[in-house]
């Protein structure tokens, strides 16, 4: 679907269909600029049509009318409630509803969707960025493809602010949805297509966009010391890898943030296996490491002038006689000991080697990982937040703020200092650790403490996305599916620190 910014009120003469907003003031009905022209060059049809079908005017409701009165024939009008209260997540979700409206109808060729300066939030690139998220479906494993793809363009019409500012604005939003679009091809690829050899492989054209790769096999990764990533890995068939993306365009010297993602490409659970309902659902374990890819690809395609780093540990938690096995001990990039008790706590195990060598080698001024690790975490929060656990208040409260402004929400769960109240579940009879808590209790917060003890001082936060990686139900602005849950929040954070 092609998008232009048009700096004009007017629709194209090649329009098939125009959409148009409607404003709700209280009981009453506002007409948008472009809406209210329409009504005056039709001798009031839209106020006959409001009045006579009783239009209730809630947020996203909507209507369309078909008539050779009007300058196209087809129009759609959409409720935005109070325009001045919109918000950037609102006015995706318009774009979301407008595409979907319009796939319904069966428009063709040209739309001009009309904006005017009444609406808040930059509405015109938003609701183009809610249009593109909306059009992704991963359809490449149809032999027929649907038949209703999009056949549609749309100019963006709006005249009070100048189609350079406007494409300018949405080149970085087409960035972040690129970034989006990537990590939903990755968690949506079967885990025979996705393992870690041929995901490095697909990282590591992404040097095309300027980003430096480093991919490191099992041998390298035996040479490092990591111990406790390959650990994870050893069943497989397939070999382990990690995958370093670095982005350094920022002063020479300043410390990266880093991003550090769990990229299990399937998860059997090992010798603790997982039951057989739901089993298929585990190829998008690897939900942070997409989600970390998918960062990197907007930060890069914004062309963002800082430093960032992107850490991944890639394997597969097989069953087979060369299996790690619960009771086994094995040894960390960072010296320390694990006993493992059970092996479907794999995902913290692998994270541990990844944040002790992103801490070890950039000396990051903050540390964000994330990670489909807990069912915990979605039976506490569900489906629409993200849980969060850290060292450091200013760096949750920077991803609250972000999470907020893009509607991916998070919510702070506890994580204590070393040796404190709840890091003492993860304490070991006869290691220095065990990867799961105690008898299963607080098993999220258990989860986020074990991660602790790979950080050190780094200002760090663990963000479990177990809840929020996939949903079938789809939402306003994608389908159902995996959603690239993460990829607007750390866009957004970024742009919060690096504004002050």
């Known amino acids: 679907m092609k998008i232009s910014f048009v700096n004009s009120i007017e629709a194209d003469s090649k329009s098939t269909c125009e959409v148009h907003f409607i404003y709700k003031n209280k009981d009453d009905f506002d007409l948008s600029e472009s809406a209210n022209i329409?009504?005056?060059?039709?001798?009031?049809?839209?106020?006959?049509?409001?009045?006579?079908?009783?239009?209730?005017?809630?947020?996203?409701?909507?209507?369309?009318?078909?008539?050779?009165?009007?300058?196209?024939?087809?129009?759609?009008?959409?409720?935005?409630?109070?325009?001045?209260?919109?918000?950037?997540?609102q006015n995706e979700k318009l774009g979301g509803a407008i595409f979907s409206k319009l796939k319904e109808l069966g428009v063709q060729n040209k739309v001009s969707i009309f904006v005017d300066n009444m609406m808040r939030e930059h509405p015109a690139v938003n609701i183009a960025l809610g249009l593109k998220l909306k059009e992704y479906n991963f359809d490449k494993y149809f032999t027929k493809k649907d038949k209703e793809e999009t056949a549609f363009e749309v100019d963006i019409c709006r005249k009070d602010v100048s189609k350079e500012v406007l494409e300018n604005d949405f080149a970085h939003k087409q960035a972040?949805?690129?970034?989006?679009?990537?990590?939903?091809?990755?968690?949506?690829?079967?885990?025979?297509?996705?393992?870690?050899?041929?995901?490095?492989?697909?990282?590591?054209?992404?040097?095309?966009?300027?980003?430096?790769?480093?991919?490191?096999?099992?041998?390298?990764?035996?040479?490092m010391g990591a111990g406790a990533l390959l650990a994870v890995g050893q069943g497989s068939a397939r070999e382990s890898q990690m995958v370093v993306m670095e982005w350094m365009k920022g002063k020479k010297g300043d410390a990266p943030s880093a991003f550090v993602g769990k990229g299990v490409c399937f998860d059997t659970g090992g010798y603790s296996i997982k039951p057989?309902?739901?089993?298929?659902?585990?190829?998008?374990?690897?939900?942070?490491?997409a989600v970390v890819v998918g960062t990197m690809i907007s930060i890069a395609k914004r062309n963002l002038p800082i430093n960032a780093v992107g850490v991944i540990g890639l394997v597969e938690n097989m069953v087979?006689?060369?299996?790690?096995?619960?009771?086994?001990?094995?040894?960390?990039?960072?010296?320390?000991?694990?006993?493992?008790?059970?092996?479907?706590?794999?995902?913290?195990?692998?994270?541990?080697?990844?944040?002790?060598?992103?801490?070890?080698?950039?000396?990051?001024?903050?540390?964000?990982?994330?990670?489909?690790?807990?069912?915990?975490?979605?039976?506490?929060?569900?489906?629409?937040?993200?849980?969060?656990?850290?060292?450091?208040?200013?760096?949750?409260?920077?991803?609250?703020?972000?999470?907020?402004?893009?509607?991916?929400?998070?919510?702070?769960?506890?994580?204590?200092?070393?040796?404190?109240?709840?890091?003492?579940?993860?304490?070991?009879?006869?290691?220095?650790?065990?990867?799961?808590?105690?008898g299963g209790e607080a098993s999220s917060t258990t989860a986020a403490q074990f991660l602790q003890r790979f950080v050190n001082?780094?200002?760090?936060?663990?963000?479990?996305?177990?809840?929020?990686?996939?949903?079938?139900?789809?939402?306003?602005?994608?389908?159902?599916?995996?959603?690239?849950?993460?990829?607007?929040?750390?866009?957004?954070w970024v742009d919060i620190i690096s504004n002050g």
């Not at 944040?355 to 489906?383: C, H, R, V």
Request: hydrophobic letters at 35%; proline letters at 3%.
């Open 38 to 89: 329409l009504d005056k060059n039709t001798d009031g049809l839209l106020s006959k049509t409001l009045e006579l079908n009783k239009f209730k005017g809630k947020f996203l409701d909507s209507f369309s009318i078909t008539s050779n009165s009007l300058p196209c024939h087809n129009a759609l009008f959409v409720s935005v409630g109070d325009p001045s209260k919109l918000t950037e997540s």
């Open 320 to 438: 087979s006689s060369n299996a790690y096995k619960p009771g086994d001990v094995i040894n960390s990039m960072s010296g320390q000991t694990i006993e493992i008790d059970n092996t479907d706590a794999e995902g913290r195990v692998v994270l541990a080697d990844c944040l002790w060598y992103t801490q070890e080698t950039y000396k990051p001024k903050t540390m964000i990982n994330l990670a489909t690790l807990t069912g915990a975490i979605s039976i506490a929060l569900g489906d629409q937040l993200a849980g969060i656990f850290s060292n450091n208040d200013d760096l949750s409260n920077q991803l609250i703020d972000a999470g907020h402004k893009v509607d991916e929400k998070v919510w702070r769960l506890p994580c204590d200092p070393i040796g404190e109240r709840y890091d003492k579940y993860v304490d070991s009879t006869i290691a220095d650790m065990h990867n799961v808590g105690k």
């Open 176 to 223: 972040m949805a690129d970034g989006i679009e990537f990590a939903k091809d990755l968690i949506s690829e079967p885990s025979n297509v996705l393992y870690p050899v041929s995901y490095a492989e697909r990282v590591k054209q992404l040097e095309s966009l300027g980003l430096t790769i480093k991919v490191y096999g099992e041998k390298e990764l035996e040479e």
């Open 276 to 289: 057989s309902r739901g089993l298929k659902d585990m190829k998008y374990d690897m939900g942070g490491s």
């Open 457 to 492: 001082d780094v200002p760090w936060t663990h963000i479990d996305i177990a809840g929020v990686t996939w949903n079938d139900k789809g939402s306003m602005t994608a389908s159902g599916g995996a959603t690239g849950w993460g990829v607007k929040l750390l866009n957004k």
